[in-house]
Each structure stands twice: as structure tokens, then as C-alpha cells.
């Protein structure tokens, strides 16, 4: 399975959202990426979960409904049952704001670390 949405707008787009706000929005994300190891990536992050196919194929609809909401992030889905990674990315403030809203510290690996 593999989902490809590239931002539509710029990232200047997300420099006056606070991520708390946007957190909040981001909520039809959460039960989808629960316990995910969260790797930060230098443009946002990357979220990778182990799901069954269904669950995978929930989570690209989920994708599919809410980069119309984020048009300053690109979302890439890709799958190999059972394991699942979703890229959040942005340029400047969007890269930022993505690692602020998906990233958790005791769950997040710096991309370097790998």
C-alpha cells in the first residue's frame, strides 16, 4: 500500500498556527499512531506502527480526509504488513510544526540515531 499527498502550499502557511491548536485538529490522527515509534526526520517526522491490513487501510483514508485540512504538510503512507510508516513533512515552520505535534520525546529516535 502506498499513499503520496505533497503539500499544496508552503510551509510559510503554518508559521502563525501554535501546535497546541493544531494538535487538537490533528485528532482523527491519535488512536491511528498509538504507541508508534515516532523517528524525527530533518523536515518533520516519521511514524511507524504495526497494524493488520484493515487498520493500515483506516489510516490511509484518515491520511487521504486530512491533508486537505494540512495543505502545508506532505503525507506518505507506505506499508508492509504488519508494519506501517506515515512521513509527516513540511518546509521551515511546517517541518517544525510536525515534529511538535507528532513528535513524542520517550517515544521519538532521532533520524541520525539510525
Known amino acids: 500500500m502506498f499513499v503520496d499527498l505533497p503539500a499544496v502550499r508552503s510551509g510559510r502557511l ?17 488512536g491511528h499512531v498509538l504507541r508508534a515509534l ?17 487498520a493500515i487501510a483506516r489510516l490511509a483514508e484518515v491520511v487521504r480526509t486530512e491533508a486537505d485540512a494540512f495543505p502545508f504538510w506532505s503525507f ?8 506501517c510508516w506515515l512521513e509527516v513533512t513540511g518546509t521551515g515552520r511546517a517541518g517544525e510544526l510536525a515534529q511538535a505535534v507528532f513528535g513524542r520525546p520517550e517515544t ?5 540515531d539510525r
Do not use: Y
Not at 14 to 30: E, H, M, N, P, Y
Not at 38 to 54: N, T
Not at 76 to 83: G, I, K
Not at 108 to 112: K, T
Open 76 to 83: 506518505r503512507l507506505l506499508a508492509d504488513t504488519p508494519v
Open 108 to 112: 521519538s529516535v532521532s533520524g541520525r
Open 14 to 30: 503554518a508559521g502563525a498556527l501554535d501546535a497546541a491548536d493544531v494538535g487538537t485538529q490533528v485528532r482523527a490522527f491519535r
Open 38 to 54: 515516532v523517528e524525527l526526520l530533518p523536515a518533520g517526522v516519521r511514524l511507524v506502527v504495526r497494524r493488520d491490513i484493515e
